[in-house]
């Protein structure tokens, strides 16, 4: 018999983290999928159809805000008080949308960082302590983080410029978020291996152009040229796939025994690979994690690491 394993999936309503949980769900009916969203209806609506098109009755929504760190830590309490098996693998793949204009958290934080980065690294620190020896964790990057890829200027100073930012350029916000993501998983990955003796994998993964989820909704005529030459590009850059496809690869890296063991790396699809020069800048990397700890105020009794 199988043994019975959590894995939470934030933004497993739609697009990528839909189908990833449907993959993880397929997989085995021991295994156990909480999809997390801020859209109670629309989650417990996914969960219902999930269920019907897998034929595994362990699926659940729980409401999840990642633009509240109150709800963030509401979820986690939540995910302790019900009895789930042991909690095996973390998705963080949920990402707000662009409305044209800058948008802020509950708490201050400009929505792209605070949902993508922010949240997600809340979450993962304080579901880390609740994971037994062994598990997975992957944050959803792009290859947008990679400024050798795309036409427009990509730089990581400080965490607070994207945190606070003086101007609004979406593109921007959103590639220092995947650059983040990139940088959050080595930190955590490393962490893991210098301070704990737990066999908890963090990697970060790349599911390439998807032109069939809810991402990119254009606002502005931009954003409408963006979105109507990005399948183009994309196929000419081979970095073209769909949710079905990249949702099924996801899962894989989560479930997989070939990748067992694997940490701190970045996945194109299915392909380990070097991501960016500066996605690779440690001292970035530390200074996002230092930061991050401060703007959310990240208790001991919530992470695994020393403070
Ligand atoms: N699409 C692409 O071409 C592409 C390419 C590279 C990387 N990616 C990455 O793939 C991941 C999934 O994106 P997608 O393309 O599948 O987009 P999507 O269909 O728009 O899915 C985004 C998910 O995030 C959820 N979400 C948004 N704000 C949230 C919040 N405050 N709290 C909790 N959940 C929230 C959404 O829930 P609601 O239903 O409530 O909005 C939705 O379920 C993202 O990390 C994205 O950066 C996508």
């Known amino acids: 018999m199988m043994k019975e394993k959590t894995f939470i999936i934030t933004g497993g309503n739609s697009g990528l983290g839909y189908q990833c949980a449907k993959n993880i769900a397929l997989e085995n009916d021991s295994n156990h999928v909480i999809i997390a969203s801020r859209n109670e209806a629309k989650s417990a609506g996914a969960a219902r159809k999930l269920v019907e098109e897998t034929n595994n009755p362990h699926i659940r929504a729980f409401s999840l805000n990642l633009a509240s760190l109150a709800s963030i830590r509401d979820f986690c309490q939540a995910f302790a008080d019900t ?163 990249s949702g099924k690869l996801l899962a894989s890296l989560m479930t997989g025994e070939k990748y067992a063991g694997i940490t701190g790396k970045y996945f194109d699809r299915d392909r380990e690979c070097p991501s960016s020069e500066l996605s690779c800048n440690t001292a970035n990397a530390e200074n996002l994690w230092k930061r991050s700890i401060e703007l959310v105020g990240l208790q001991q009794n919530e992470t695994l690491f020393t403070l």
């Open 83 to 245: 009895p789930f098996p042991p909690l095996y693998g973390l998705v963080c793949n949920a990402i707000a949308g662009s409305h044209g204009k800058n948008e802020y958290t509950e708490d201050g934080f400009e929505m792209t960082f605070g949902v993508g980065h922010l949240g997600h690294f809340l979450l993962a620190n304080i579901l880390l302590t609740r994971m037994p020896d062994s598990g997975r964790i992957v944050f959803v990057s792009s290859d947008q983080h990679n400024p050798a890829r795309w036409m427009y200027r990509i730089s990581y100073t400080d965490a607070l410029d994207l945190a606070f930012p003086k101007e609004y350029r979406h593109i921007k916000s959103y590639s220092g978020v995947k650059l983040c993501n990139i940088y959050c998983a080595c930190e955590m990955a490393k962490r893991i291996s210098a301070e704990t003796s737990k066999n908890i994998s963090v990697n970060a993964f790349n599911p390439a152009f998807m032109a069939d989820t809810g991402l990119g909704k254009a606002n502005s005529f931009a954003e409408r040229m963006a979105k109507a030459i990005a399948p183009v590009l994309a196929r000419m850059m081979g970095l073209h796939s769909s949710a079905g496809k």
